[in-house]
């Protein structure tokens, strides 16, 4: 093992030796419960922990027996994959009294189990706090009666809780997702996008209602991804006289010559007056006053169904490791927790705290203060909501203002799905501002050529849910032609430009600013949304696109593995894209449950090569019957696919048999993701905004044009740890590596361990950036600018 940084803290030292934890699932089930199980066990075990399963929630801890199974690491093989709880989960009303609690006591102590990881909604971690705070009573009375020892209270003295949340409808405080929410979403997306293509046929209105009584994120997020006529939230309800609103809305886009209306509905909507607004009476509504073709889709219990998406697979991976961490960390001191995601950074709140805020949502809706929910909710919610207003409703002409500015929309390199996302939120958003927007065809060759037209809000109708680049993109560079850009510019008096893209994106950039010394055209604000699979530019961690071909690789694999099920023992070694970034391949590895994942970033020899293949074979001499093995394309120019192929398929003779495949361009191919559809809306809209701000400052009003010739006035905007943040591209220029294409630190190589670790090697995890007890942070309202997504 390498020797480690004295700055760094490594969890070598956390033992688990002499400890047992138990996990349970309680409350309704969410998609990537089984991930968090996984990670919770396998990490248990790796620190020496004895690990139990708790089935059917607390009914299974009051009724202890059967219900309490110590578990091995084959115990959670294959269920990465499957939706739902393996674990099963159950409402008990017994554990709500002190008897149930006091049998729960009686069956943990009888096990040694003093740590408890549970997997709910806001109702089951508190269950788990008010246990906590029993803990020590409920002993004291079990050995009074003589059902445990005095030695057994001093002994359990503390019981330690860590909460996840895993819940679909991201009602949750003080985490941005929680498990489950971005899954639900790909299923509501799934059924939307089918609707979409029925609903023009027939030129129909469609009502859908998805889940959410108590909180309207789903609602929120799916309208803001399918670009939704309407949407009904309980968080923020209609003005009064929204039945006549609504439907002048609904005609004015069918006079538009749109063929379809999606009207999206949270089963808990409420009026101003807290008054339910259901499905029927939306479409009853529509029926009566426009005599519209309408029909109401209630998706119910679909929702929850279905294999998790890389994202929820990950971040319960990431979640139940953290969890493991934070019971081995906790002390009689520290409040029971939660482990949750801000941003991409993993953080713990005290438990009660975001019960409590969550609580205060609530009562602020009975009390009808609704931009206090909204606020409480978050910043990622707020942000979701001023960006959905934003783009559902254009303001008739009269009302927008007008600056007279030209905007123009390009994308550049490879197609990414999302880019139309991002292309109709910045259209949309100029629209809004004032500006006149101009989109360019074939990214800087067409620009060349002159290949630019105005555009309108109508245009770009339907957009999002589509992929690939439908403005066309190109990964030519604008260096060789220069001259010609410089003078379409002139042409078509652009006043500014936005360029949405992957690495070639960025290049053009530096040799646009580079050029300002010779072209007075190019002396503008411009910026640069990071959209590529790749997820290699510099400034941000994460790019438009990424999610997408994670998703893709994530389903594929899971394909894969199923293919093998009932054959022999046998090993699937498959080939990523990315370039030199092995982002694909390591976060693919970690939402598939690979063994391993060579990538450029990280070097390999052959007796890593050697030491993965023995490893295997010792794996697969188990009750373990697949494996899967990740190799990014360029990770390395000799030990090619073929030669790891050749290699265990050699070295695993007589044990497992192996077969290769190249995914190739299905990962840049496909519908967006939710994610990506959302990520690509925000950060466009916020890019367009800052140009806004850009060209008002760099106006001069005596020469009547605008000039900007400042390296502040060349921007990438970026998703950076818990913000979006906006860089100049020459300050980025240290921070890439442009023989390779990648940044010099990405973020996700911390990740590494992780994967290794829940594959069964041993390996070193710095946990000097895991998450430490924060407070949930309250936010006033100007600080939905630093958003999350």
Known sequence: MAEQPADKKFFENLSGAGKAIGVLTSGGDAQGMNAAVRAVVRMGIYVEAKVYFIYEGYQGMVDGGDNIVEVSWESVSSILQVGGTVIGSARCKEFRTREGRLKAAFNLIQRGITNLCVIGGDGSLTGANLFREEWSGLLEELAQSGKIEEDAVKKYVYLNIVGMVG????????????????????????????????????????????????????????????????????????????????????????????????????????????????????????????????????????????????????????????????????????????????????????????????????????????????????????????????????????????????????????????????????????????????????????????????????????????????????????????????????????????????????????????????????????????????????????????????????????????????????????????????????????????????????????????????HLTEKMKTSIQRGLVLRNENSNENYTTDFIYQLYSEEGKGVFDCRKNVLGHMQQGGAPSPFDRNFGTKISAKAVQWISKKLRETYRRDEGKVFANTEDSVCLLGMRRRNLLFQPVVELKDQADFVHRIPKEQWWLKLRPLMKILAKYKTSYDVSDSGQLEHVARHSPKEAETVAI
């Open 167 to 614: 819940s679909i409808d991201n009602d949750f405080c003080g985490t941005d997702m929680t498990i489950g929410t971005d899954s639900a979403l790909h299923r509501i997306i799934e059924v939307v996008d089918a609707i979409m293509t029925t609903a023009q046929s027939h030129q129909r209105t469609f009502v859908l209602e998805v889940m959410g009584r108590h909180c309207g994120y789903l609602a929120l997020v799916s309208a803001l991804a399918c670009g939704a006529d309407w949407v009904f939230i309980p968080e923020y309800p209609p003005e009064e006289g929204w039945e006549d609103q609504m439907c002048v809305k609904l005609s004015e886009n069918r006079a538009r010559k749109k063929r379809l209306n999606i009207i999206i509905v949270a089963e808990g909507a409420i009026d101003s007056h807290n008054k339910p607004i259901t499905s029927e009476k939306v479409k009853d509504l529509v029926v009566q006053q426009l005599g519209f073709d309408t029909r109401v889709t209630i998706l119910g219990h679909v929702q929850r169904g279905g294999t998790p998406s890389a994202f929820d697979r990950i971040l319960a991976s990431r979640m139940g490791v953290e969890a493991v961490l934070a019971l081995l960390e906790a002390t009689p001191d520290t409040p029971a927790c939660v482990v949750s995601l801000s941003g991409n950074q993993a953080v713990r709140l005290p438990l009660m705290e975001c019960v409590q805020m969550t609580q205060e949502v609530q009562k602020a809706m009975d009390e009808r203060k609704f931009c206090e929910a909204v606020r409480l909710r978050g910043r990622s919610f707020e942000n979701n909501l001023n960006t959905y207003k934003l783009l559902s409703h254009r303001k008739p002409d009269t009302e927008l203002p007008k600056t007279n500015f030209n905007v123009a929309v390009l994308n550049v390199g490879a197609p990414a799905a999302g880019m139309n996302a991002a292309v109709r939120s910045a259209i949309r958003v100029g629209i809004t501002e004032g500006h006149n927007m101009f989109a360019v065809i074939d990214g800087f060759e067409g620009f060349a050529n002159g290949q630019i037209k105005e555009i309108s809000w109508g245009d770009v109708g339907g957009w999002t849910g589509q992929g690939g680049s439908l403005l066309g993109t190109k990964r030519t560079l604008p260096a060789k032609y220069l001259e010609k850009i410089a003078d379409q510019m002139r042409i078509n008096n652009i006043n500014a430009l936005m360029v949405i893209g992957g690495f070639e994106a960025y290049l053009g950039l530096l040799e646009l600013s580079a050029a300002r010394e010779k072209y007075d055209e190019f002396c503008v604000p411009m910026v640069m949304v990071p959209a590529t699979v790749s997820n290699n530019v510099p400034g941000s961690d994460f790019s438009i696109g990424a999610d997408t071909a994670l998703n893709t690789i994530t389903d594929t694999c899971d394909r894969i593995k199923q293919s093998a099920s009932g054959t022999k023992r046998r090993v699937f070694i498959i080939e990523t894209m990315g370039g030199y970034c092995g982002y694909l391949a390591n976060m693919g590895g970690l939402a598939a449950g690979a063994d391993a994942a060579y990538i450029f970033e990280e070097k390999f020899d052959i007796r890593e090569l050697q030491a993965n293949v023995e």
